[in-house]
């Protein structure tokens, strides 16, 4: 099978799209990180790919008239690396059935909850919600991106406790490390075509 050329799309800080391609090259996962788009000019995930020596591009949705436009330059950028695998990492654009129609099943997104709780919402939001809820556990969600926003199916849930001293910051501190664990693990997966898309279900196959 060939190499997995994989895609990232961010929009800020670039920690998630860091741990991927180092967990790439530390673990050999059969994948590449051949370019990252961000659709915020300054986004530090640029700085992070320049030290990383990726490609990287910056798309702006403020430069283009429509959804539909900003999108195809996109899908056009993504198909000129021959991208099969799109990570959302940070990604706070809601992407458009023309997208998804493009790269069905193969666009995957990492949240810092364990959906189905705690959908739609974003970055430290989601902590705070967390908090204020008193639950117990939380944690992050690698999943498939369909159509509905956070409702994909799930590949990977890693969880943790929160503690009763946890801050929204302190909570996203130690959600984040799970973070980087899970997506490289999401990815590796996909590369060793491990992943069994069932209706809600993904089905990890053993090799
Ligand atoms: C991550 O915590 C990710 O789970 C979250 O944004 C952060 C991006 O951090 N995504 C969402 O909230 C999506 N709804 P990063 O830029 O350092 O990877």
């Not at 591009?57 to 799109?86: C, G, N, P, W």
Request: aromatic residues 6%.
């Amino acid at each position: 099978m060939s190499q997995l050329s994989v895609g990232v799309l961010v929009s800020g800080r670039g920690t998630n799209f860091e741990a991927l391609v180092r967990t790439i090259k530390r673990e050999a996962i059969d994948a590449q990180v051949k370019i990252v788009i961000s659709n915020i000019p300054d986004a530090l995930a640029l700085k992070r790919a320049e030290i990383l020596n990726i490609p990287s591009l910056v798309i702006s949705h403020r430069d283009f008239k429509s959804r539909a436009s900003f999108e195809q330059t996109m899908i056009r950028e993504l198909t000129r690396y021959d991208v099969r695998l799109i990570c959302l990492a940070g990604f706070m654009r809601i992407l458009s059935p023309v997208f998804h129609k493009h790269y069905q099943n193969q666009i995957m997104n990492i949240h810092p909850s364990l959906l189905p709780a705690f959908a739609g919402l974003q970055g430290i939001q989601v902590h705070r919600a967390v908090i204020e809820s008193g639950v117990k556990i939380t944690g992050c969600t690698v999943h498939f991106v369909t159509e509905n926003v956070d409702a994909g199916p799930i590949i990977i849930q890693r969880a943790i406790p929160v503690r009763e001293n946890d801050t929204p910051e302190s909570l996203a501190v130690r959600v984040l490390l799970e973070e980087h664990q899970a997506y490289p693990e999401a990815v590796r997966l996909f590369s060793e075509n491990r992943l069994k898309i069932e209706g809600r279900h993904v089905r990890i196959l053993d090799i």
